[in-house]
């Protein structure tokens, strides 16, 4: 089982940036594709992007497209997501995610990365907050 830390959360004003990682333990990393998603209190856990085993694909949300960038690096099991233009909306506990051996290899088809029920590992989170 892969274990997920994630770090770089904190306080930040509007319009700042923060620099998520998460470090990955194990294979499974390199073999897997990987999400960030994030949780604000009261509501349920949404899908911010997603990233391919390479790192040549990745996917977004459309709150976040266009400020928010994923990427991963293999070499050293990490899994990166800078946000920039932050908002207040933005404020949440952000979780790293490893997708699940039958939706990256496509086993189960028409999926797309973007659901909770996808992914079988996931970090302790971070808070993000972002005042206005």
């Known amino acids: 089982q892969v274990q997920l830390v994630e770090s770089g959360g904190g306080l930040v004003q509007t319009g700042g940036s923060l620099r998520l990682s998460c470090a990955a333990s194990?294979?499974?990393?390199?073999?897997?594709?990987m999400g960030w998603f994030r949780q604000a209190p009261g509501k349920e856990r949404e899908f911010v992007a997603g990233?391919?085993?390479?790192?040549?694909?990745?996917n977004y949300a459309d709150s976040v497209k266009g400020r928010f960038t994923i990427s991963r690096d293999n070499a050293k099991n990490t899994l990166n997501l800078q946000m920039n233009s932050l908002k207040p909306e933005d404020t949440a506990v952000y979780y790293c995610?490893?997708?699940?051996?039958?939706?990256?290899?496509?086993?189960?088809?028409?999926?797309?990365?973007?659901?909770?029920?996808?992914?079988?590992?996931w970090g302790q989170g971070t808070q993000v907050t972002v005042s206005s």
């Open positions: 990233i391919s085993i390479s790192g040549v694909r990745s």
């Open positions: 194990g294979r499974t990393f390199r073999n897997s594709d």
């Open positions: 995610a490893v997708r699940g051996a039958r939706f990256t290899t496509g086993i189960v088809p028409n999926t797309d990365g973007r659901a909770v029920y996808e992914y079988d590992s």
